[in-house]
């Protein structure tokens, strides 16, 4: 059972905000290969996979959540490339208790009930989503207050450490 969920998870597809797009490529290449040189120069990640990645993990760690959302599919081929760091993320999604609620994931009598895990799959990309893009808009907001935010060192770091891990 708990490899079938992970399946599914790992199948998830990678979307984007339509909304939030146009503000991403300031920080992320999402085009993909599209302008790889200037990604490597000028943006913080190289792909909206790494982008998503942070934006969930700031958007967790914020506690930013965009609930209405206007989704746009980037990618249709699933996170094994990025399996540990998706993972990851959503074990610490999972671990907030509003989001256990909210999934029903909160007891045990509730978790015998999950009619199916493709369902319970498709509700964690649902919230990822609207972590992930509460995390960029989150960015955004930065940005928007000083567009120098992404210039500084603590964003060398990150883009350094980011592309070690792939």
């Not at 990678?14 to 920080?27: K, T």
């Amino acid at each position: 059972m708990e490899n079938d969920l992970i399946q599914y998870i790992l199948e998830h597809r990678l979307h984007i905000d339509r909304d939030l797009e146009n503000f991403s490529n300031i920080i992320i290449n999402s085009e993909g290969n599209v302008g790889a040189e200037k990604s490597t120069k000028k943006m913080l990640m190289k792909s909206w996979y790494d982008g998503y990645l942070l934006s969930l993990y700031v958007g967790i760690k914020t506690n930013s959540r965009k609930r209405d959302y206007k989704q746009l599919e980037k990618a249709i081929r699933g996170w094994s490339s990025r399996k540990k760091q998706y993972l990851y993320l959503i074990s610490m999604l999972l671990a907030k208790p509003e989001v256990q609620n909210e999934l029903n994931l909160d007891s045990r009598q509730n978790l015998n009930n999950i009619p199916n895990l493709k369902s319970l799959s498709d509700s964690i990309k649902r919230v990822c989503d609207e972590y992930a893009f509460g995390g960029l808009q989150f960015l955004k907001e930065q940005y928007d207050k000083d567009d120098t935010i992404f210039e500084d060192v603590l964003a060398e770091k990150i883009k350094d450490l980011v592309s070690g891990a792939n």
